[in-house]
């Protein structure tokens, strides 16, 4: 439980290191999003670890459950791969700092950020999905449930507000790309991008 309690502190801060990016620009709050990060990686990890000896949702059928688990956590590292890049390495750094003639932020529109607008959520839930079918306690599924709607809620708010305040552009890239679930359209431009 406590640590279901810590993933949830990490949204909080999540919220305020938006908050503070586009309002107060403490310095001490800018670690709030690491902070969030970290906490929500030991609170993932203890939630697992606590849950080990639960009865499981799913039960593994005897056949097969080998290659099953392999296939789970092959996905489930490939959705934290995929995580990874999209939050820490898929904008170049050039780019990063891009500004327009009036010195505001300008958003990146390619690659992972051209097959929708928040593209992280997507192997957030990826990661979680497969976590709970590894590992499928209550414990793990309720609070992976609960991490995903609240990544969503996060996300809302930073489309509505927190981009919306940061990026003079922002209003246009929502009209040009999906908010979260890629289109045929879309999933073109992000292949078409990467290839250069």
């Known amino acids: 439980m406590w640590y279901g309690i810590l993933g949830i502190i990490a949204f909080v801060l999540y919220f305020l290191y938006d908050i503070n990016s586009v309002r107060w620009k403490n310095r001490i709050l800018n670690c709030s999003f690491f902070l969030g990060t970290a906490m929500l990686v030991i609170a993932t990890a203890g939630i697992i670890l606590v849950s080990r000896g639960d009865e499981r949702l799913i ?3 005897d056949f097969g459950a080998n ?6 956590l092959a996905l489930g590292l ?8 999209t939050l820490f390495f898929a904008i170049p750094f050039e780019a990063t700092y891009v500004k327009n003639m ?3 932020p300008m958003v990146y529109k390619n690659g992972v950020y051209a097959l929708c607008r928040h593209p992280g959520v ?12 590894e590992f499928s306690s209550t414990l793990v599924v ?3 449930t609960l991490f995903c709607l609240l990544d969503v809620a ?3 708010f930073q489309d509505r507000w927190t981009f919306m305040k940061t990026f003079e552009d922002y209003r246009e890239y929502k009209t040009e790309t999906p908010f979260l679930i890629p289109t045929k359209a879309s999933i073109k431009k992000c292949l078409k991008s990467m290839k250069g």
């Open 78 to 85: 490939a959705f934290a791969a995929l995580l990874v890049y």
């Open 142 to 144: 309720s609070f992976g």
């Open 102 to 104: 009036n010195n505001c």
């Open 67 to 72: 290659l099953m688990t392999a296939l789970v």
């Open 154 to 156: 996060y996300v809302i």
């Open 122 to 133: 997507l192997w957030f839930v990826g990661l979680f999905v497969c976590l709970g079918m």
């Open 59 to 61: 039960p593994m059928a």
